[in-house]
Nanobody, 124 residues
Framework: QVQLVESGGGLVQAGGSLRLSCAAS????????MGWFRQAPGKEREFVAT????????YYASSVKGRFTISRDNAKNTVYLQMNSLKPEDTAVYYC?????????????????WGQGTQVTVSS
């Protein structure tokens, strides 16, 4: 069964850090770009960060650039999102996704596989 499973969410104070992980089955991960998206209550899902296959090229939303870092470990079929200097406005459910192809993309329509999401809450 092809799937993506996120972990690492939780409650953190403003200024703190969290690292999200997304474990994928081999068929899901190999050859695919990966992305992180988030959705806050009452808002649409928005792009956060993306990384190409096999890695080395990344792209970030302006709201997180300089604070978040996306990376991948292809041997472990895992993509990470290191989040530093967290702000209350970063509070959301974070989703990882696997793209159709190997090039990074900020567009949700370029992704066909999605995880179930992990909650990140940043208190002020």
């Amino acid at each position: 069964q092809v799937q993506l499973v996120e972990s690492g969410g939780g409650l953190v104070q403003a200024g703190g850090s969290l690292r999200l992980s997304c474990a994928a089955s081999g068929r899901t991960f190999s050859g695919r770009a990966m992305g992180w998206f988030r959705q806050a209550p009452g808002k649409e899902r928005e792009f956060v960060a993306t990384i190409n296959w096999p890695g080395g090229n990344t792209y970030y939303a302006s709201s997180v650039k300089g604070r978040f870092t996306i990376s991948r470990d292809n041997a472990k079929n895992t993509v990470y999102l290191q989040m530093n200097s967290l702000k209350p406005e970063d509070t959301a459910v974070y989703y990882c996704a696997a793209a159709y192809g190997s090039s990074w993309s900020p567009r949700p329509r370029d992704y066909d596989l999605w995880g179930q999401g992990t909650q990140v809450t940043v208190s002020s």
